[in-house]
């Protein structure tokens, strides 16, 4: 057969091997040409924000805040660095400030170089926010990472709030006068770009194992295997529990398997015949992909011989979820494993300076005849130190003291630390420590420290990893490095399609385990792309998109968990064929608290102006209803985005009642939980595709009299930030009467219109229907009645 073109000359096959990298290469790099001239635009526009420092955080790290409304859609992801520069008013000057560590990018003019009122420091985006603060709304937290020898520098730059020693421990100001202008300078990393291309690399240059070239070759066409794996006979017990030793352990197993709904069920039997050993299971929205896959990583690893998982995801957030999961999963099955949640590898920055001592440039080639050989082709560049001594430093904090929350999924430094505060005498790190806090000793002391400690750490977190059973990182954090350390017999990818198909070729470049799952949903996610001139439109098809197109996919899970009432048959008909659907029955599809929902629309109807449609006397059967302003007040503009006055108004008047409603609640579980406990309030989220709405959101439910605990309960996000979020009740506003191009996106609408477990609500202006199909079928329908009750209202 030959190669198939779709309809903006995207390939979803590939004659060779060459034909793949051709596109994928040249787009790749393309796509980061363009990130690094969009971060050196906004560098050169000097931008000034306000910041406030928040706490101490660690070894030389303080928490911050800034206020990052102008940014652009530029604010820095979970992970990234970037440099911060403190805009010093006060003519600070300081001869020594010749900080090799953190150079300005080639964006930055000669002024900027040679300006002396400026000094830089190095910061990363938190990825969980400070419980404290999270109320704390249009401000963005940082870590923000010094050296030694720049404290009295940043002290003399930030104005502390709490007075207590040289430097603000503590900073609560959260007015103007309170804060330090500062400028963020975006740093655009060849990391993600060169871990993508180093697979590539593996696959077309024979380095990859024979299996992952395999299943590469059967990627391309998804034509002739060349080999068939049957996972059950790699780990029989799958198949027949009654191999599984552990009676608890079996019972929960047979309790876990037992859940699984028809659709899981039979993608659990596919695993018979996996063609090159690769399993593609997709799935709707509410269908349980990854639970189906966590299962069956649970029931692997289930029998005697140990099974190593590795669990790949290419969103920060969902990982840090998924991970959790796993360690919910261990604990109530009784089974001592570990699992672990690695960020970034930690590589070797550029020279350290301690005083006016520089480490050498063969530092790492120091003291080769120590008595522990190391794995030294993978760890290389490789340095621990500064997760190891934040953990050092929280201990400290803590008295001393260094327990983990066992019911959440350790990160690659906790674990470690927690392997060495148990087990000291082993790990010779004492006094490595103690030279390097002691800012009284000689700085070639301190320097030939922090190089044994280094050292040391390598052999314990080599220690850590090896006895890891399960690591949940993204596909960059889990390349050639890990791959040194860390050999899985199962390999999960999920969310394979947002993931790029070179990240999706890390799997195979560096890993062989038994059989890659690759798990997610090609209709509701796709590649994020920056523009698809060129070869650009090809990043767009995610490995599982091409495989669906190529009949590739045997099995799919779309029995929909989530929706309640037929909420579920609009997204259905739109997107899934009509192959989504409920199996939910009588009081499970309809309890007493969609019930009550669908009171509380059916009132919205009876009080809108007549006349209405004649469907409304008919009462409201799918708890769904599409707002429209009768006065047709046009949208705001901010900017590049929008928002819309009357929409917030309605939507914030609704959240408020249904905030002040005893029975707005969750429905009642599908586990078996205590039929006579009270249930939990409801949820709701309020969805946006544009940043400015939901912004405005934000403001105006914080400032709903009910407290943060009743606040808490109602989550704003953008659209593009939803997948894998749920909410009881959805408002979704669409904000303008003309569909920008990402609002005409169907998988956009997919994810949007898929989120609610118990009613929602469109806010589309009148004519929006009329943009495109898919917008002009869900006016329709829900005009006629078919899913849903059209109405206008006099916002």
């Not at 963005?140 to 720049?150: A, D, K, Y």
């Amino acid at each position: 057969m030959g190669s198939y073109y779709g309809s903006s000359g995207m390939l979803y096959k590939f004659a060779n091997a060459e034909q793949f990298a051709i596109r994928h290469e040249e787009a790749t790099r393309a796509e980061h040409g363009l990130e690094v001239a969009a971060f050196q635009q906004f560098n050169m526009r000097k931008i000034v924000f306000k910041a406030w420092v928040i706490k101490k955080a660690g070894f030389n790290s303080f928490i911050l805040r800034a206020d990052l409304g102008s940014m652009e859609g530029l604010i820095p992801q979970p992970g990234q660095s970037f440099s911060l520069v403190f805009v010093d008013y006060g003519n600070y000057h300081d001869d020594s400030d010749e900080d090799s560590d953190y150079s300005e990018p080639e964006s930055a003019s000669a002024h900027d170089k040679d300006d002396k009122n400026l000094a830089k420091f190095s910061c990363r985006v938190n990825v969980d926010p400070l419980e404290l603060n999270r109320q704390w709304k249009g401000t963005q937290e940082f870590t923000l990472s010094t050296r030694q020898r720049h404290l009295n520098k940043l002290g003399r730059l930030l104005k502390p709030i709490h007075k207590g020693g040289p430097m603000p421990l503590i900073a609560v100001g959260r007015s103007y006068s309170d804060a330090v202008d500062v400028r963020l300078i975006l740093h655009s990393s060849e990391l993600t770009m060169n871990s993508q291309l180093d697979a590539l690399r593996s696959i077309l240059d024979g380095t990859a194992s024979e299996a992952g070239q395999a299943a590469f070759q059967y990627l391309l066409k998804f034509e002739k295997p060349s080999r068939f794996v049957n996972l059950f006979q790699e780990f029989p017990h799958m198949e027949n529990p009654a191999l599984v030793k552990s009676q608890h352990v079996k019972a929960g197993l047979r309790s876990i398997f037992d859940s699984l709904d028809k659709d899981q069920t039979a993608a659990f039997h596919g695993l018979r015949s996996l063609p090159a050993g690769i399993c593609f299971v997709p799935g709707g929205p509410g269908a349980g992909k990854t639970r189906w896959s966590l299962t069956m990583a649970a029931l692997a690893q289930a029998g005697d011989s140990p099974v190593k998982v590795l669990y790949l995801l290419d969103i920060n957030r969902s990982a840090d979820d998924a991970a959790d999961r796993v360690q919910a999963t261990y604990n109530k099955l009784g089974q001592d494993k570990v699992v672990i949640r690695m960020r970034l590898w930690p590589m070797r920055g550029r020279k350290k300076k301690i005083g006016k001592v520089t480490e050498p440039d063969n530092a790492e080639d120091l003291d080769e005849d120590q008595e522990e050989p190391l794995p030294r082709k993978y760890l290389k560049g490789s340095d621990f130190t500064t997760g190891f001594l934040n953990e050092y430093d929280q201990m400290k904090m803590n008295g001393g003291k260094y327990q983990l929350d066992q019911n959440k999924a350790p990160t690659l430094d906790q674990k470690a630390f927690e392997l060495w505060y148990n087990n000291k005498g082993s790990y010779p790190l004492k006094k490595p420590l103690k030279f390097i806090n002691n800012e009284h000793r000689d700085p070639e002391e301190r320097l030939g420290a922090l190089d044994r400690l280094r050292r040391t750490l390598i052999c314990l977190y080599d220690d850590v990893i090896s006895s890891a059973d399960f690591i949940v990182a993204t596909p960059v954090a889990a390349s050639r490095h890990l791959a040194g350390y860390y050999k899985p017999d199962l390999l999960i990818f999920d969310e394979c399609g947002h993931a790029h198909e070179l990240s999706t070729l890390i799997a195979l470049a560096h890993f062989e385990p038994k059989a890659w799952f690759f798990t997610g949903d090609h209709r509701q996610t796709e590649p994020f792309v920056t523009s698809t001139a060129g070869y650009g439109s090809q990043l767009l098809i995610s490995t599982m998109e091409r495989a669906a197109v190529n009949g590739a996919i045997p099995h799919q899970l779309l029995i929909n968990h989530r929706a309640r009432s037929g909420l579920e048959c609009l997204a259905s008909d739109l997107f899934y064929r009509q192959e989504m659907r409920s199996e939910r029955r009588d009081d499970s599809a309809v309890p007493l608290s969609t019930r009550h929902l669908r009171a509380w629309l059916q009132g919205l109807i009876n009080n809108a102006p007549k006349p209405q449609a004649p469907v409304t006397l008919l009462g409201l059967d799918i708890p769904r209803l599409l707002v429209s302003d009768e006065r047709n007040i046009p949208a705001e503009q901010v900017g590049t985005s929008f928002w819309n006055k009357a929409h917030l108004g309605f939507v914030v008047q609704q959240v408020t009642h249904l905030l002040n409603d005893p029975h707005f609640t969750e429905p009642p579980p599908d586990d078996n939980a205590d039929p006579d406990a009270a249930p939990a309030p409801g949820s709701i989220m309020i969805l946006s595709p544009y940043k400015e709405a939901v912004a405005r959101y934000r403001a105006a439910v914080n400032k709903i009299p009910l407290g943060k605990k009743v606040q808490s309960r109602v989550r704003i996000l953008t659209v593009d930030t939803a997948q894998g979020q749920e909410a009881d009740v959805v408002f979704l506003d669409m904000v303008k009467n003309r569909a920008s191009a990402h609002v005409e996106n169907p998988k956009r609408l997919c994810v949007a219109l898929t989120r609610a477990r118990q009613a929602e609500v469109i806010l589309m202006p009148a004519g929006m229907g009329s943009n495109t199909q898919n917008l002009f079928r869900i006016w329709n329908r829900c005009m006629e009645g078919w899913d849903g009750v059209a109405i206008q209202l006099p916002m």
